[in-house]
């Protein structure tokens, strides 16, 4: 039998975001850069369709999930991927209860869609294949992995415990000591003030740059600060997310370099639009 994932638009968002992100990179680097800078042109172009061809293949699993029960196997396929699991294989089926304390290694996630490779604390790795797992999610722990699944059809759960024979297992995050669960980068305020610190600084120079910057004569490089900060963002939030679980403070510095560069960039910005 097959399974949906809990319906969020999580797909629809990153598709929305998607186009819109890499559409103002592509357009940013083509209208910044002319044949003069051909070299420098090159070095953001290909890496930025390396990144596009990826994202492709995240958006498709985001629209291609789910999950498959049949008398000989389970099934979790995303995207092109495929991962079947015999019933003799599953050792452990936990459902986890509460929001859990997940840390991204190779992983993607926004609000209502998460996949790849994540640290749990009290938990130990996994492998998302869900959509909204705020609230919790099923944890099959066998041979071939650790897999985390939100199917929206509880009816699934039984079915598994029926094929596998298993107990079920619970695992309430929420009344897990904080010493197992670890400190959750949600209830740091400290890293959700860096964190909005990001948003705002970037906000405020794509502000300046949309208002002033049409009609001002300005230096067509200015474009191209934009194009970098977004990029700088993405990079640094996911790696400040990632190096969190190891060093709270080196998480926190890694916020505070983009911080620092996007207010650079601000700084340019201004100079270059403001004295033309």
Known sequence: MNYRPNK???GWLGLLIGIAAF?????GINFALDETDRVLKIMLIIPTYIFLFLYVLVIIGAFNMGYKVNKDFLSIK????????AWDDIEEIIEIKGRANLFPF????WWGYMVGLYSAKGLGSIRMFATNAVEGFLYIKSKKGFFGITPADKGMLAELLSKTGKPLKIVDMDKMSPEEKGESIY????FKLYHKLNVILLAILAGYIGIFFPGSDADRFIILLLVLALALFAFNVGNAKRLYQFSALGAYITLMIGMAITGMFIILSVAGI???
């Open 106 to 109: 190779l992983a993607v996630s």
């Open 78 to 85: 995303w995207g092109f991927y495929n991962q079947k699991i």
């Open 274 to 276: 403001s004295l033309r």
């Open 8 to 10: 969020t638009y999580g």
């Open 23 to 27: 559409g103002f990179t592509l357009w």
């Open 187 to 190: 209830e740091d305020s400290s």
